[in-house]
């Protein structure tokens, strides 16, 4: 049986590996690695760069990812493009008989607003999963900014900007991390909030702001544009809280 391994790599930077990733990358015979098109290069290029500090004997295999089609409803057009993502897995696996443990990168941790998992559901014949914990790009920004994620004894919410911007602050939330965030949902939000902001997390071209919202709002957008601008992509995320007096 194929094992098809995901592993979580942190938010970019080689030092986020852990051990068990490292010997599980050590043991693989073939790794899968997306090319999200043009403007993207610079993600597949940081996929490879970290292989190659592990193994400078590996054998990758580049597909190509499908685009989705935005004309359709938004879950049934993410649901229709995992199809399509699953179908180019088991054909790009296909192309390498002999390879029978495959690994495949996963920015942050797979379990954490990431579809890796879902797609591999899709694989048939199943191959078997193990999964390899990563850091997240949560516990990058609150350690980037050296705060804790919750409140004493306070629950924590994490959401996408798309609930957000269509549903408002949750209700019963204090903390609220914000992810998969293209639109700034935050500056939409009325009432006293802090935020905590961050891009490129543990990178080089790491970017972090902090402040009352909505006295920052408009320098967290500047920075944000910015820096897709320069890199022709972005990985970002914040923390929101109730501002306290």
């Not at 390498?96 to 879902?118: C, E, F, N, Q």
Request: charged share 20%.
């Amino acid at each position: 049986m194929i094992e098809l391994v995901l592993i979580g790599i942190g938010t970019g930077n080689p030092d986020h590996l852990t051990g068990e990733a490292r010997r599980a990358m050590a043991q693989a015979d073939l790794f899968l690695v997306p090319n999200k098109g043009a403007g993207k290069s610079d993600l597949a290029d940081l996929r490879t760069q970290i292989i190659d500090t592990v193994r400078s004997d590996a054998t990758v295999a580049m597909f190509d990812m499908p685009v989705r089609d935005d004309t359709m409803p938004y879950l049934a057009r993410v649901d229709a493009w995992h199809d399509e993502i699953a179908v180019i897995w088991a054909d790009t696996m296909a192309q390498h008989p002999s390879a029978r443990r495959i690994a495949l990168l996963v920015w942050g941790d797979p379990s954490l607003y990431d579809s890796t998992l879902r797609i591999a559901a899709r694989l048939d014949p199943a191959p078997q999963i193990k999964v390899i914990a990563g850091i997240t790009s949560i516990q990058a920004l609150t350690a980037a900014h050296a705060i804790p994620l919750n409140t004493l004894n306070g629950p924590v919410t994490i959401s996408t900007g798309r609930r957000l911007r269509d549903h408002g602050w949750p209700d019963g939330c204090e903390t609220l991390v914000v992810m998969l965030d293209g639109a700034c949902a935050f500056q939409d939000l009325e009432g006293a909030y802090d935020i905590w902001w961050g891009a490129y997390l543990g990178m080089e071209a790491q970017v972090l702001a902090a402040g009352r919202l909505p006295d920052i709002a408009e320098q967290i957008i500047s920075k944000r544009a910015a820096a897709r601008a320069a890199h022709g992509w972005i990985m970002d995320t914040y923390l929101l809280r109730k501002a306290q007096g």
